[in-house]
C-alpha cells in the first residue's frame, strides 16, 4: 500500500488567481470580503522550519514555547511555561508531550532525524532544514498532491541572483550542493539552486500569535499573495494548528486585489524600496509608494534635508546594534541615544521611524533588564500615541499584540513586590492604588476582548480569552465598575509620567535618558 500523503485542508473559495501585470501572478477578491475575514487558510503550509535559537525553546511539533523561552523577554506575552523534551535519536529537536514527538514523527521528523543525528552537533540553518523536508517528503511520496508542481512554478528570480553575483548567490550555491549530497536526491545542483531561489522569495516569516519571528513557512498558494504598502490583508499563523491564514484588514471589494506587506510598511520609502529590491527584486508603485507625504502619517517620505538623512542613518544602525547587542545595559543605552538624536532634530514625531522601533526595541530590552515600571511606561506611549497613527485599523494584529503586552506588564507589576525603583523619577507610581490599578487591567482587558471580537478562534483570541475567563472577568461583583472621575484621575496621572519620561528624552548625560 502507498503511503499516504499529508493531510491537507485549503480553503480559496473566495479568491481567484489573475494576471495582474505582464510578468506576473495576483490574487484577487471573488467575492466581497468583511473586514477580519479568513481570506486563505492552508491547514499545512508546504514546509515550516523554526530558526536554530527557537529549536532550543518551542515544541518542533506544536510550536508551543517551553520554559527556555519564557525567559526570553519578546516571549513574555506568553503565559505558558512547558517543560520540553529533547529527540533521543537526533538531539536537535524538541517536543512538549509524547503526542507531539508521536504526531511530529509520523508526518516528517522519521525521514530527517538519522540525517540530523549524523550532522550533531552542527545544525543546519532553516532554509536547508526546510528543503530537505521538502525533498525527503517528495522522496517518500508524501507531498500533498500537486503542490511540488505548483512550487516549481514559482519564480525563483535565478538570474538576477547571479548577476548581482553576491554572497547571497554564494550561498544559494553552497546550500545547493549541501543539500544534494545530504538528500541522495535524484534532482540536479542546477535545479536545485532553483529551488533555493523559489524559497528565499516566496517564504514567509513565521511569527507566534504574539508576533514573535519563529522561522520561515511557504506555501505555492500563499506565494500568490503580491505586497503593498498599503495592504488591504494579513498573514497569520496559528501555531497550535499550524494554520497559515490570509484575513482582511479592511473590508476587500470583489474583484480587488489581495495585497499583504512582505516588510516593515511603516519604514520611510526608500528604506522600503531598497528591502524589497534586495530580497524580491521589484520597486514597489503601491499608493503610499506614490505619495511623497504619507497620508496616514503625515510625516515626509524622504528626510527634508541631508542632516537629516545622516541622522536617521544612524537612528538605523543603531536600531540594528541594539537588535544585536546580547548584554544587559547595551541595547538599552543604544535606543535611548538612537531616540535622543531623533527626537533633538525637532522633526521626528513619535511614530516616525525608526523612532517608534526604536521604542518598540527599548520595550524588550527594558524588560530583559527587569526594569519593568520603565518599560510599561515606553509601552503605554506606544499603544496610546504611535499604533493608532501608525496603523489605522483599531483591530490590526499589531495593535493588538501591543495592547496585550501593556495589559501583561500591568499584572506583572501589580504582582511584583518591590517598588519601582527602575524609574528614573520617583514621584509616580504608576497608579494610585492597588485597586485602580486592578480596574485599570480589567478595563484594558476588557477593551481587548472588544477588539478581537467573540468571532476569532485563532491562538491569540483563545489566549487573550482564557486569561480573562480566568481573571474572574465577567464576574461583575468582583470588579464593581469603577467611576468614570477615577478612571480621568489614573488618565492624569499616566499622562504626567509618559511626558516626564519623553521630555528627559530631548536631553542627553548626566541628568538624560543614559543616567
Ligand atoms: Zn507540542
Ligand atoms: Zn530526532
Ligand atoms: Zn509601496
Known amino acids: 500500500m502507498a503511503h499516504r500523503t499529508l493531510e491537507q485542508h485549503i480553503s480559496v473559495d473566495m479568491t481567484h488567481k489573475k494576471r495582474c501585470n505582464e510578468t506576473g501572478w495576483g490574487l484577487y477578491a471573488s467575492t466581497n470580503i468583511a473586514a477580519r475575514e479568513a481570506i486563505i487558510s492552508i491547514e499545512r503550509p508546504l514546509v515550516i522550519s523554526l530558526d536554530i535559537p527557537r529549536l532550543k525553546d518551542t515544541c518542533y511539533e506544536c510550536l508551543g514555547y517551553g520554559s527556555e ?6 516571549r513574555i506575552a506568553w503565559e505558558e511555561d512547558k517543560k520540553l523534551q529533547v529527540c533521543t535519536g537526533c538531539h536537535v529537536v524538541r517536543y512538549c508531550s509524547k503526542e507531539c514527538q508521536t504526531l511530529s514523527w509520523k508526518s516528517v521528523h522519521k525521514h530527517e532525524c538519522s540525517l540530523f543525528a549524523r550532522l550533531h552537533p552542527n545544525i543546519l540553518p532553516n532554509n536547508v532544514r526546510a528543503i530537505l523536508q521538502l525533498l525527503l517528503l517528495r522522496k517518500a511520496n508524501r507531498l500533498p498532491h500537486g503542490e511540488w508542481d505548483a512550487f516549481m512554478n514559482l519564480e525563483s528570480h535565478l538570474q538576477q541572483w547571479e548577476s548581482r553575483n ?11 550542493r549541501g543539500t544534494k549530497e545530504y538528500a541522495g536526491t ?25 508576533y514573535d519571528p519563529l522561522g520561515l513557512a511557504l506555501h505555492p498558494l500563499a506565494a500568490l499573495v503580491n505586497h503593498s504598502c498599503n495592504y488591504n490583508a494579513f498573514v497569520r499563523f496559528d501555531t497550535s494548528s499550524h494554520c497559515l491564514s490570509v484575513l482582511a484588514l479592511r473590508p476587500i471589494a470583489r474583484d480587488e486585489q489581495i495585497v499583504v506587506s512582505y516588510i516593515d510598511a511603516t519604514n520611510p520609502r526608500h528604506v522600503r524600496q531598497k528591502e524589497l529590491q534586495d530580497k524580491y527584486f521589484f520597486d514597489c508603485a503601491c499608493s503610499k509608494c506614490s505619495d511623497y507625504v504619507t497620508k496616514e502619517e503625515g510625516v515626509p517620505q524622504l528626510p527634508e534635508s541631508s542632516e537629516h538623512l545622516l541622522v536617521e542613518q544612524r537612528a538605523f544602525e543603531l536600531l ?29 514625531p513619535l511614530h ?16 530583559a533588564a527587569g526594569q519593568i515600571h520603565l518599560a510599561f511606561v515606553h509601552a503605554w506611549i506606544q499603544y496610546r500615541s504611535i499604533d493608532p497613527k501608525l496603523m489605522t485599523e483599531k483591530h490590526h494584529p499589531i495593535r493588538l499584540v501591543h495592547l496585550w503586552l501593556v495589559i501583561v506588564l500591568l499584572k506583572r507589576i501589580y504582582f511584583a513586590s518591590f517598588s519601582p525603583t527602575d524609574l528614573p523619577i520617583q514621584k509616580y507610581t504608576i497608579t494610585s492604588n492597588s485597586i485602580m490599578h486592578i480596574k485599570l487591567i480589567h478595563y484594558l482587558h476588557w477593551a481587548l476582548m472588544k477588539r478581537v471580537g467573540d468571532d476569532d478562534d485563532g491562538t491569540f483570541a483563545q489566549v487573550v480569552r482564557h486569561h480573562f475567563i480566568q481573571d474572574g472577568g465577567y464576574e461583575k461583583q468582583r470588579y464593581p465598575i469603577a467611576k468614570r472621575d477615577d478612571f480621568l484621575k489614573e488618565a492624569e496621572k499616566l499622562k504626567a509620567c509618559t511626558t516626564e519620561i519623553l521630555e528627559k528624552e530631548l536631553v542627553w548625560g548626566e541628568s538624560g535618558a543614559a543616567a
Open 352 to 367: 516616525r521611524q525608526p523612532l517608534a522601533s526604536l521604542r518598540q526595541q527599548l520595550v524588550v530590552s527594558l524588560i
Open 69 to 74: 523561552a519564557y525567559r526570553n523577554p519578546e
Open 320 to 348: 540594528a546594534a541594539a537588535q544585536k547587542d546580547t548584554s544587559i545595559t547595551g541595547p538599552i543605552q543604544k535606543c535611548q541615544y538612537g531616540i535622543h538624536i531623533l527626537r533633538k532634530t525637532g522633526a521626528w
Open 166 to 176: 553576491g554572497r547571497q548567490w554564494e550561498d544559494i550555491g553552497l546550500m545547493a
Open 186 to 210: 535524484d534532482l540536479s545542483e542546477e535545479t536545485l539552486r532553483e529551488v533555493f531561489g523559489k524559497l528565499l522569495v516566496n517564504c514567509f516569516t513565521m511569527v507566534s500569535p504574539f
